[in-house]
């Protein structure tokens, strides 16, 4: 079993900052891509930021410039730091990990985590 746990969330004004943090754990062999979504109510979950094992990042145009995603592969760990906030990055931010369980495991599965509250007021 893989878990997936994100803390960090909260509620700031707009031009606030926050850090968001996600570890995975339990039955691990590999970590691969790590990253984040988000999802507003009433609309799609999107993609934030997401970040290789070898540090390479692709991030979402409505972030670039404000978010920054990195990763301690040591802690098999995946962070989002978050400046700059505006109003309409309020959403519940959900962290996935690209997990390979073991040595034999044929592929990568993807566990995600709970989610956590980001809160933007103007």
Not at 5 to 28: D, P, T, W, Y
Not at 47 to 67: Q, Y
Request: glycine share 10%; hydrophobic share 35%.
């Amino acid at each position: 079993q893989v878990q997936v746990v994100e803390s960090g969330g909260g509620s700031v004004q707009a031009g606030g900052s926050l850090r968001l943090s996600c570890a995975a754990s339990g039955s691990i062999f590999s970590v691969g891509t790590m990253g984040w979504y988000r999802q507003a109510p009433g609309k799609q979950r999107e993609l934030v930021a997401i970040v290789m094992r070898d540090g390479r990042t692709n991030d979402a145009d409505s972030v670039k410039g404000r978010f920054t995603v990195s990763r301690d592969n040591a802690k098999n760990t995946v962070y989002l730091q978050m400046n700059s906030l505006k109003p309409e990055d309020t959403a519940v931010y959900y962290c996935l990990a690209n997990v390979r369980s073991s040595f034999t495991a044929p592929e990568f599965n993807t566990y995600w985590g709970q989610g956590t509250q980001v809160t933007v007021s103007s």
